[in-house]
């Protein structure tokens, strides 16, 4: 079963009935007419107790003796069927921060990670009647969900292809959202938005894993030294060659040795002055 609309009147016009029954009523009591004074009273009161006020961004769920009527959404003061029960509830955006989880990611290695998921209800029987609480229901599915989406992908791919936790925050948060959804759909709760808050890896292995990253990127910035190394080193070549200057194998290895090792070097050459020959 859905939300449907509640039957409503203006509220006001429960105001006006309640003050002119009341009114004859007192009038007919003043001209001892007591049972059709009191009947016209109880009328006014019972009208006026029908009346429920509704806020903007609230909802009013209707029931009556358990049975569900229907809901009203729009604000105002309304006239509700007498003798029904109604619920409020909130139809505001509101924001869920997840505690910092601690899991294994897929390649096993523990981390800790946390997301904030931004929500709304948008069906009101769902989440009174299909689930025992639905904000402690959207608690535990995002943190059901979370854990799930972060056992799927390694906190980092390092050279590798594919998705990581770290490197594609923004596709990760989508499938976050996404399960979600599914997760909470039962509950009547629209997902709009989920962002992860905190991504790190565990202290037991934080130091480790900072040891890794670290000899990564020094690899990496080593081979772009060594490749523009070999091309400014080829460039000589061809530009001494290309002065007429033509170098025999041995002298050309010596001279590619040379700027090699000035290049690639993380410390400051030190000339030396050759005397010699070669031969």
């Known amino acids: 079963m859905k939300e449907t609309n509640a039957w409503s009147l203006n509220g006001f016009l429960g105001l006006l009935l309640f003050i002119i029954g009341g009114g004859i009523g007192v009038f007919l009591l003043t001209q001892e007419r007591i049972v059709p004074g009191i009947i016209l009273i109880i009328l006014g009161l019972i009208f006026v107790s029908t009346i429920t006020a509704v806020n903007p961004n609230e909802a009013s769920v209707i029931t009556f003796f358990g049975s569900y009527l229907g809901t009203i959404r729009k604000n105002g003061l309304w006239l509700i069927v007498p003798f029904s029960n109604r619920k409020k509830i909130s139809l505001r955006v509101r924001n869920f921060n997840s505690v910092k989880l601690k899991v294994n990611d897929i390649e096993g290695n523990p981390i800790e990670i946390a997301a904030v998921i931004v929500f709304k209800v948008v069906d009101t029987y769902k989440a009174l009647f299909d689930v025992d609480s639905y904000e402690k229901f959207v608690e535990i599915q995002s943190e059901t969900a979370l854990r799930h989406v972060a056992s799927k992908y390694p906190y980092d791919r390092f050279e590798s292809e594919g998705y990581s936790l770290r490197g594609n925050a923004d596709e990760v948060a989508a499938e976050l959202s996404l399960e979600l959804q599914q997760r909470l759909s039962v509950a009547g709760v629209e997902v709009i938005e989920s962002r992860l808050t905190h991504l790190a890896y ?14 990564s990127a020094i690899l990496s910035a080593r081979q772009i030294i060594v490749d523009g190394a070999v091309g400014m080193v080829q460039m000589a070549i061809s530009r001494l060659e290309s002065e007429g200057l033509h170098l025999d194998e041995e002298r050309k290895a010596a001279m590619i040795n040379n700027l090699l090792v000035a290049i690639v070097s993380d410390r400051s050459a030190s000339p030396v002055i050759n005397t010699g020959s070669l031969y």
């Open 202 to 215: 565990s202290t037991e292995i934080a130091s480790a894993m900072l040891q890794r990253q670290q000899a």
